[in-house]
């Protein structure tokens, strides 16, 4: 007898529910770390997601016959990037299921009908409903463990998303390298004279310096990645709610920034992976948890893996071996006494951007560690697909 499924549209007596059905699904996984509860809430929460202003964003969970969950997903479409694309573009994430095209395609049907409402004519998949360094793509080599706020999946999802009809949109990288080996001699040779110029200076960052250090992420960001397809550019308090964010787990040690001439040109962010300390807590950061992650990031240095979060080089300043100084100064602190990290990920490179590939490969001399795929559905099923176009 065929399975029977039906949809239940997630409201607030179901929240729990759609956060932990994947502890169920993963339980035997011992590769998978469980995020942050509020790390997913405040996706949902219009209050706290900007991008309510401009959009929309629904959940489902999928229920068998014995009203047990067997899936879930969320749609969600923003004006504002849903028109940059050759079609209005809309999105799935947070796509969990058991091992059943019937019931991927159930909820796939959901999403798209939903969206299609909404006036969008394709959607991307798995990604998130905010930035693409949380919660983005679907795992398709390398399943080790997940890093903070990046997603883990079965290797069947892929086949999930490609039988319903999602073709590979493009690829994100991660790269590893061991911390210990050091940045590569093509690196050194050409850091060496940058590091002689006095017109450039590298900085490690500092909190006293907070409004200066906002400001210049700001000017290097829009710079170097407001002109990739999909990137919006940041305004001010952005890029200082954006620090704020991220200075519970920042160690000063691991963020570079690079100036020429002391206008900012190049900045290297990476931070402790919280993971491995929060894999216990399941999804909870009370009083108690808070806690433990301060002892363990400060004291007691469970996280010996820094996670590249962004890397970025005005365009002027590209291929003048800004990039390779910027690396050496970042390994300076590395040589220092009780320097604890031993690993470096490199999150977030896509297929799209050969320079940044071309950078890390021949300067950090880290090598592809996983792979995700950004998979992308065209409504209209006789319209041509096309990956995304490469920059640089």
């Known amino acids: 007898m065929a399975k ?65 969950t067997v899936g879930r997903i969320a749609a969600f479409y923003n004006k504002r990037t849903a028109n940059k694309h050759e079609q209005p573009t809309g999105g799935v994430g947070f796509f969990d299921c058991i091992d059943n095209q019937k019931a991927a395609n159930m909820l796939f049907d959901a999403a798209k009908d939903w969206l299609r409402s909404k006036g969008m004519e394709a959607m991307d998949g798995p990604v998130n409903f905010g930035d693409r360094d949380s919660f983005w793509g679907c795992l398709k080599e390398g399943f080790y463990e997940n890093t903070f706020n990046m997603p883990y999946n079965f290797p069947y999802y892929n086949e999930l998303f490609e039988n319903y009809g999602f073709k590979n949109y493009f690829n994100q990288y991660v790269y590893y390298k061991k911390i210990s080996e050091g940045a590569s001699e093509v690196a050194h040779v050409k850091a060496s004279r940058i590091l002689k110029n006095p017109d450039y200076h590298f900085d490690t960052f500092r909190w006293k310096r907070f409004e200066q250090y906002a400001g210049d992420f700001l000017t290097i960001y829009n710079n170097a990645w407001a002109r990739f397809p999909g990137v919006s550019a940041m305004r001010l308090p952005q890029a200082k709610a954006l620090l704020h964010a991220l200075k519970p787990v920042i160690d000063e040690r691991a963020v570079v920034f690079g100036y020429y001439k002391n206008e900012p040109v190049a900045f290297f962010i990476m931070i ?61 602190e590395t040589k220092k006494p009780n320097f604890p990290y031993i690993h470096l990920e490199m999150n977030w490179i896509g297929d799209f951007n050969p320079a940044m590939i071309k950078m890390v490969e021949l300067n950090v001399e880290a090598r592809i560690y996983k792979t995700y795929v950004t998979y992308r559905y065209l409504f209209d099923r006789t319209k041509e697909f096309k990956r995304i176009r490469k920059v640089g």
Do not use: C, M
């Open 272 to 332: 402790p992976d919280i993971n491995q300390i929060i894999r216990k807590f399941n999804g909870k950061l009370n009083w108690l948890n808070k806690i433990r992650l301060y002892l363990g990031l400060k004291v007691f240095h469970k996280s010996n893996r820094l996670l590249g979060l962004i890397f970025g080089v005005v365009p002027e300043y590209q291929g003048k071996a800004v990039e390779s100084a910027i690396i050496l100064r970042f390994e300076d």
């Open 4 to 68: 029977r499924f039906f949809l239940e549209e997630v409201t607030g007596n179901l929240e729990r529910e759609f956060l932990n059905f994947p502890d169920g699904l993963y339980k035997k996984e011992k590769r998978r770390i469980r995020p942050l509860d509020d790390e997913i809430i405040r996706v949902f929460d219009p209050k706290r997601n900007k991008l309510f202003r401009s959009g929309e964003a629904v959940r489902w969970l999928l229920k068998n016959e014995s009203n047990k």
